[in-house]
């Protein structure tokens, strides 16, 4: 048997990756299963229950059109417990029959600069799982799980094995290897460097299913329509989309035969899913927070934050992906317009809380690539700019202290933050920020821009809401 060992085991994971080897499963093919555990003491509950469970679980999905389907999930074989020593990641990771480690952690889980160095400046937690790697001791952070599995593998002589990352950061598979290099390169350990270059290969993916934090409702619908009481169920839309480059270098499942698009290259697919996708996502979430929605659907339904939407995807995104000299093989129009029927999915009850987090990453990856493309080029880049103004005034709502719920961003540096929306001039201190904007920081086209839009955010909060924000 051959083995998929995946480090975290999210809502995500469960109701994406896993899914597509339940399927293959399905069809007599199970020389393939899945291991998988956590790196951090999060989702003890979860685990275990799906401990209890075998590692089975019931996954909800519900179509646009409110159809409800329910399937008991059954691929995970071994679900491992949390220690801090990660013995048992490190157990299953150095056997030979783990032939793929693939791992889902958020966009702000690996540490990248604007030029994909290991920003050990701004994190604590990355030097200290540097230091404890140093000392050969695992740590909480990707890179120092990874290490010290690969480590033991290494001495375990159990052969090559791919790394396969499962999350939203564009060029994933290239982006978090040199991220793991750079660790180990710091930690001194050549050898083991030298062994991850001859034994390893990283491919790039994208993956797609919108899937909320499970909430108590689901678990009762799913008892309601299955009979059975399972605390680790989840909810996911009907939507399911992987495509990766095929690039394994210890043999792969036969994904393609239950719809993975195994590809030579993941570029257009990736750039299109950031930008029309996850970009759009987050601003429907900025938006419906400021005017005080709690869901991603009500802001997708009203009109005006639909057009913000539309517009930005439509005025600066599609012209950059879509050029006479490097044509993109999808239809971007027919792209958006999907989206945005799935994020108006009411059935799916997905929170802005959820989608709101992390803007400290989404920002230079998913939102300031389009800026910089329509600034080389010399064109308007009023649509895109709505973005960021939009987190801006969301993150005034925040110094504030009024949003609503707890706002989570691993990339953030809340002093930082808080100094912005403090500055005589908001907008300014924002735009000049590098680890938003890179080489951009600071650029008047790029300020002009979020100024203009930052005045449109306030009519549009004061019309929604009848008050208008102090600073925007």
Request: proline share 5%; aromatic share 8%.
């Amino acid at each position: 048997m051959n083995v998929m060992l995946h480090l975290g085991l999210g809502s995500f994971h469960r109701a994406h990756q896993a899914v597509y080897l339940h399927e293959l499963q399905k069809t007599g093919d199970r020389s393939w299963t899945l291991a998988g555990g956590n790196i951090r003491p999060d989702m003890a509950d979860t685990i275990a229950a799906l401990q209890v469970q075998g590692g089975a679980y019931t996954l909800e999905t519900i179509s646009p059109a409110g159809e409800h389907h329910y399937e008991r999930i059954t691929s995970i074989s071994k679900v491992i417990p949390f220690t801090p020593d990660l013995a048992g990641l490190i157990e299953q990771g150095a056997s030979r029959e783990t032939q793929i480690i693939s791992f889902t952690v958020t966009e702000a889980g690996y540490y990248l600069d604007a030029k994909n160095r290991l920003d050990l400046d701004t994190f604590a937690d990355l030097r200290a799982d540097l230091e404890a790697a140093r000392a050969g001791q695992p740590g909480a952070t990707i890179y120092g799980a990874l290490t010290a599995i690969l480590q033991a593998r290494r001495a375990a002589e159990a052969g090559a094995v791919t790394l396969l990352n499962c999350d939203n950061l564009r060029h994933n598979g290239d982006r978090s290897r040199s991220g793991l290099l750079q660790f180990i390169e710091l930690t001194g350990d050549t050898e083991l460097l030298a062994w991850i270059q001859t034994n390893t290969t990283s491919p790039n993916a994208m993956v797609d299913r919108i899937t909320p934090r499970p909430t108590p409702d689901v678990r009762e619908r799913v008892k309601a329509a299955t009979g059975a009481d399972d605390p680790a169920a989840l909810m996911g839309e009907s939507f399911i989309q992987w495509v990766i480059e095929d690039n394994f270098i210890a043999g792969r499942p036969a994904w393609e035969t239950v719809g993975v698009e195994m590809v030579k290259s993941v570029d257009a697919f990736e750039e299109a899913k950031i930008r029309l996708l996850n970009a759009t996502h987050s601003c429907i979430a900025w938006a419906g927070t400021l005017i005080n929605y709690q869901y991603i659907h009500e802001g997708t339904q009203n009109p005006v934050i639909r057009r913000l939407a539309y517009d930005y995807v439509t005025d600066d995104v599609i012209p950059v992906l879509d050029t006479p000299e490097n044509p993109c093989p999808l239809n971007l129009a027919k792209y958006r317009d999907t989206v945005l029927d799935r994020f108006a999915n009411a059935a799916i009850q997905d929170t802005n809380q959820r989608v709101a987090m992390d803007g400290f990453s989404k920002m230079p990856g998913f939102i300031a690539p389009t800026i910089r493309q329509r600034l080389a080029r010399k064109e308007s880049i009023d649509s895109v700019a709505m973005l960021p103004a939009l987190f801006l005034a969301y993150l005034q709502r925040w110094h504030a202290g009024k949003i609503h719920y707890t706002y989570q961003d691993q990339a953030m540096d809340p002093a930082v933050a808080h100094a912005m929306c403090e500055a005589a001039d908001p907008v300014a201190a924002f735009c000049a920020d590098t680890l938003l904007w890179g080489e951009m920081a600071g650029d008047p086209r790029l300020v002009e821009g979020v100024r203009r839009a930052s005045e449109r955010v306030v009519r549009f909060i004061t019309a929604h809401t009848g008050v208008r924000p102090e600073r925007a």
